[in-house]
């Protein structure tokens, strides 16, 4: 299924919301480039994980408040090079199908085809407790949905500043309507 109308969607949003994260959005990969990358470290991207890499390579974060590079859950958008060094880098054997998409608090992608959660995303933050992975959205495209609505429906905007705010409760509510299977906003 494919997300690209999703994902212009929320560009035209975040363009409605004036978020500042525009500016540090990185351009899109090749197709070509992200599916070898995936191969190289024997993954098997979703094609909405593919069409996510195609529409943008995540963010400049060096440097950069992270209340400016939110627009959705909390973490920033990591470019796909960086994602791959965390999920090399990881020494959690329960994560070895997960892979990283959203940094701080960590959203994670189930990509193990034979797992029920496949193409799932999934929060994982022991600094938060979270000591094992929690179904977070019931897909990529439905996460790309929930940040739409809830810009649409004013749970996520930005201050004066440029920051990041949202109305949690508003947002949580959007998020169990477009994510029904998802345990964590229950």
């Avoid at 799932?120 to 940040?147: N, Y």
Wanted: charged fraction near 25%; aromatic fraction near 16%.
């Amino acid at each position: 299924m494919s997300i690209r109308i999703k994902l212009i969607e929320l560009e035209q949003e975040l363009v409605k919301a004036r978020s500042p994260v525009l500016k540090y959005f990185m351009e899109g990969l090749q197709a070509e480039y992200i599916t070898s990358l995936f191969e190289r470290n024997s993954l098997h991207p979703t094609d909405e994980l593919v069409e996510l890499y195609q529409w943008k390579n995540g963010l400049e974060f060096e440097n950069i408040p992270t209340g400016l590079l939110r627009f959705g859950v909390m973490g920033v958008f990591l470019p796909l090079e960086v994602s791959v060094e965390i999920f090399k880098a990881s020494e959690e054997a329960s994560l070895e199908t997960y892979f990283p998409i959203f940094s701080d608090d960590s959203f994670l992608i189930q990509l193990d085809r034979q797992s029920e959660g496949f193409g799932k995303i999934f929060v994982f933050s022991p600094a938060l407790q979270i000591l094992e992975p929690e179904t977070c959205f019931d897909s990529l495209e439905r996460m790309i949905e929930t940040f739409i609505e809830c810009f649409r429906e004013g749970a996520y905007f930005y201050d004066s500043e440029g920051f990041f705010e949202e109305d949690y409760d508003k947002s949580v509510g959007i998020a169990k309507k477009f994510n029904p299977t998802a345990t964590y906003w229950s």
